[in-house]
């Protein structure tokens, strides 16, 4: 059996450290970072259901909950355990952290590898030729 890693993903974004109230989670759910149209949530795209339903669970609710339950299962956890949670549910054995988006926004490598207990390296992106 070789020694190479199993799973790795070359191009993770860091998870955020402090508490998003809905407005703010809803616009870290869409890479875009638009708000959902008027009367709409991004909760109800196939995004916010995946979210609904995949995550859920590791917060200890039922599959696809009602988004303000979701939100506060995450809130009642705090912001390490749930981000420990989801790193390590990934199944990853290291992960690349593009350091380039959102970068005041979101942990460092460091910090990634800490909360996973995984190698958590960085990748930066190329600049514009």
Same mark, same amino acid.
């Given at each position: 059996?070789?020694?190479?890693?199993?799973?790795?993903?070359?191009?993770?974004?860091?998870?955020?450290?402090? &508490?998003?109230?809905?407005?703010?989670?809803?616009?870290?759910?869409?890479?875009?970072?638009?708000?959902?149209?008027?009367?709409?949530?991004?909760?109800?795209?196939?995004?916010?259901?995946?979210?609904?339903?995949? @995550?859920?669970?590791?917060?200890?609710?039922? &599959?696809? @909950?009602?988004?303000?339950?979701?939100?506060?299962?995450?809130?009642?956890?705090?912001?390490?355990?749930?981000?420990?949670?989801?790193?390590?549910?990934?199944?990853?054995?290291?992960?690349?952290?593009?350091?380039?988006?959102?970068?005041?926004?979101?942990?460092?490598? &460091?910090?990634?590898?800490?909360?996973?207990?995984? &190698?958590?390296?960085?990748?930066?992106?190329?600049?514009?030729?």
């Amino acid at each position: 059996m070789s020694d190479l890693p199993l799973l790795v993903d070359h191009h993770v974004h860091g998870v955020v450290d402090q &508490p998003l109230d809905r407005a703010a989670f809803e616009l870290l759910m869409n890479e875009g970072g638009a708000p959902a149209p008027p009367g709409r949530t991004h909760f109800d795209s196939p995004v916010g259901l995946a979210v609904r339903m995949r @995550c859920a669970p590791l917060l200890g609710i039922d &599959p696809g @909950c009602d988004p303000g339950d979701y939100l506060r299962a995450r809130a009642d956890l705090g912001v390490d355990e749930v981000n420990q949670r989801f790193l390590r549910a990934s199944g990853l054995d290291v992960m690349l952290v593009e350091t380039g988006h959102r970068g005041g926004d979101v942990v460092s490598p &460091p910090t990634m590898a800490r909360l996973s207990g995984r &190698p958590a390296y960085e990748v930066t992106r190329a600049a514009d030729a």
